[in-house]
């Protein structure tokens, strides 16, 4: 009878770009159980936004995460929009639409590298990063940063796209598609990244959907969730893409789907980069909000991104309560990581695309 | 959100009207629903809808009383809401029914106060082992952590 | 033994090894220090490299305001770190506590926990400048 250890993975770790604590207890090589504790990056942003007005509180929401910053602007600029009774032009949902989807590519980029690292593939990890590079390019070309955009205000974006950057744009990304084939035939087909990641973490539709889990994790596993067409919405109404689902419910399903859903990102810009109207880039919002509550879903890279938000008549937000789609699927963690091989454990972390920013907030 | 198909539901549970129910924007529907009745409503809709889905649950501090609220996704959004007291605020989980609120309850419970009966781990999740006590989100002062 | 405290010095110069954590911030200074590794910035032709263990690093290279719980673990880890040791506070929550200052979890800039031998503002950081900062850190060695 072997004896029983625990094993902390955490909050200091090669394998972890951001702090957070699992134990595992492990017997010989199977790691029987594991449990966590979040709170290293709790930056009590929800408490610090009502000390703010809706103006300065942009700037803190954008710094919530710094992989999907926009998407949180985005999604709390729309939510103030809409209780402030303000109609956007067409034009603004398009910019906004632009770079969510260049975000969503650069996200599963960043996360296919960080995987192909923690199964031993470090030359997969190098080329995805290299060509992560050009997104990276264009969003700086776009807005001036590589990460972090400021490009939302209350009532718009800042930014305007001419001719000259459009083409730079179907440029470049023409350069990134063939690389995205090689690499969605990779994980397609070589044996040993099968080997590491097929049958690895697994969770049926049933767990999924008990814990309320979302994004590219739900949809390898079944469950056919997606804000883009479920809350239809300017400029995803006149898109055409598809939600690309599996069934597998593992890491290898999870890697596909994400790696697909870069492929149908490029198909969302090009058709956002012909059918751009003309118009205006933003209109006056005012500063003070009337009372009112509003809900604001939106599709971030890992997922449902939800915001509340509640005023009160002053220009200070009462409440804001926002939910990343990285927190429901920690919580299936401990169901993944039961009963399986210790040497599997890194993988099946990578495979919930952790974003523990985002989580404690 | 049809709206008969969740007066039946309330009607079910023996609620008594008038229902308050609102519509908020972006395609919401609200409805304050007596909190020890929570349980009851959230079981009939899983029941009744096989979409279903929890976004969040979200607590606030509303300077008269503390609301809970429960995001729910059924094709359209439905929000319920429960009123609880100041002092003592208590209200039964729905860990049993969704485990994945589980997040979601702790949250609610360690910056508001909220005590969720049945919930099995009752263990911080954002706050640090430093944390000495009051509750974040609540509008009276808060305290500090320990320096 | 001079000879050899020479060697050892222009190995010190010539070589920083890093060591990077997160104690609390966006991620957004983390991708662009782990953007330090790519091909496209490739800090190991300069002799930097990035190290997992505290023990064998020369330089911590740390991001992010210090949060509550995050600030032992800090201490512990540079406690670690042989001397002679440096500590470079990337971006401006490490630098200051950023746009995160008054916030009840939050005790500070990286200075609040560990001394500090440099500071490198941005939010977030570019990886060019987080060079520049090692190099510059190194021309101060002796």
């Known amino acids: ?32 159980e594991s449990s966590m504790r979040l709170g290293y990056v709790h930056r009590g942003i929800e408490r610090l936004c009502q000390e703010r007005t809706y103006v300065q509180a942009v700037h803190l929401i954008e710094r919530i995460c710094g992989i999907c910053s926009h998407v949180h602007s985005t999604a709390y600029s729309h939510a103030v929009e809409t209780l402030l009774g303000l109609e956007v032009p067409l034009r603004t949902h398009y910019i906004r639409a632009l770079l969510c ?10 996360w296919l590298g ?25 969003m700086e070309e776009l807005s001036g940063g590589r990460v972090s955009h400021t490009i939302n205000i209350i009532g718009g974006v800042k930014i305007d796209l001419d001719q000259k950057m459009m083409d730079m744009i179907s440029e470049k990304l023409e350069e990134l598609a063939p690389k995205l084939t090689i690499a969605l035939g990779l994980f397609e087909n070589e044996p040993t990244v099968r080997l590491r990641t097929q049958g690895i973490g697994v969770i049926t539709k049933e767990v999924a959907r008990r814990h309320c889990v979302v994004g590219p994790i739900a949809r390898a596993s079944g469950v056919d969730i997606d804000v883009r067409r479920d809350v239809p919405r300017p400029p995803y ?23 697909m859903e870069t492929r149908e990102s490029h198909r969302l810009i090009q058709q956002i980069l012909s059918q751009l109207p003309p118009g205006d880039i933003s ?13 604001s879903r939106f599709e971030a890279p890992r997922g449902e991104l939800f915001y509340y938000i509640r005023s009160d008549g002053s220009d200070q937000p009462a409440r804001i309560k926002i939910r990343t789609p990285t927190l429901p699927a920690l919580s299936t963690l401990p169901e993944q990581l039961r009963d399986v091989n210790l040497a599997d454990a890194p993988v099946i972390l990578s495979g919930v695309d952790l974003c523990i920013a985002c989580a404690d907030r | 959100m049809e709206l008969n198909w969740l007066q039946d539901i309330l009607t079910k549970i023996e609620c008594v009207g008038p229902f308050d129910i609102r519509r908020l924007p972006e395609d919401e529907t609200w409805v304050v629903i007596p909190f020890d009745k929570v ?20 607590g606030q501090d509303t300077g008269s009383q503390i609301e809970l609220l429960y995001h729910f996704w059924l094709g359209h959004g439905l929000t319920i809401c429960a009123r609880l007291a100041y002092e003592n605020p208590q209200i039964k989980s729905i860990t049993a029914l969704i485990p994945g609120a589980a997040f979601y309850e702790r949250e609610a419970a360690e910056m508001l106060g909220i005590s969720f009966t049945d919930l099995k781990d009752e263990s911080v999740l954002l706050l640090s082992d430093a944390w000495v006590k009051g509750w974040p989100l609540r509008k009276e002062k808060k305290e500090k952590h320990d320096d | 033994m001079s000879i050899i405290k020479s060697i050892l010095r222009w190995a010190r110069k010539k070589s920083l090894w890093v060591l990077h954590y997160n104690s609390g911030g966006c991620n957004g200074c983390d991708i662009e220090i782990v953007d330090l590794l790519t091909p496209r910035f490739d800090v190991e032709r300069l002799g930097i490299l990035a190290e997992a263990s505290p023990r064998h690093a020369d330089v911590l290279l740390c991001t992010g ?55 490198i503002p941005g939010c977030p950081c570019r990886p060019e400048a987080v060079i520049a900062g090692i190099l510059k850190l190194s021309e101060t060695i002796d």
């Open chain 1, 1 to 32: 009878m072997m004896t029983k250890l625990k094993i902390p993975i955490g909050p200091h770790h090669p394998l972890l770009k951001e702090p957070i604590s699992f134990l595992l207890t492990v017997e010989g090589e199977r790691v029987l």
């Open chain 1, 101 to 110: 989807e260049l975000e969503r590519i650069h996200s599963h980029l960043l």
């Open chain 1, 114 to 138: 960080v995987l192909a690292k923690n199964i031993g593939l470090d030359t997969v990890f190098m080329y995805t990063w290299r060509d992560r590079e050009i997104v990276l390019d264009i």
């Open chain 1, 237 to 259: 109404n006149n898109l055409e893409f598809n939600v690309i689902t599996h069934t597998d419910g593992d890491v290898w399903a999870r890697t596909l789907v994400r790696i």
């Open chain 1, 283 to 295: 209109v006056k919002a005012k500063r003070r909000v009337s009372p009112g509550e509003v809900v």
């Open chain 2, 39 to 58: 349980f009851d409503f959230v079981k009939f809709i899983m029941e009744d809808d096989s979409t279903w889905h929890l976004s969040t649950i979200t």
């Open chain 3, 65 to 119: 305001p210090v949060t509550a719980q995050s600030r032992d673990r800090l201490i512990q880890i540079y406690n670690q770190m042989p001397a002679p040791k440096w500590v470079i506070a990337v971006g401006s929550c490490g630098c200051s506590g950023g746009v995160f200052t008054g916030s009840y979890n939050i005790h500070g800039g990286i200075d609040k926990a560990i001394p500090v031998s440099m500071y």
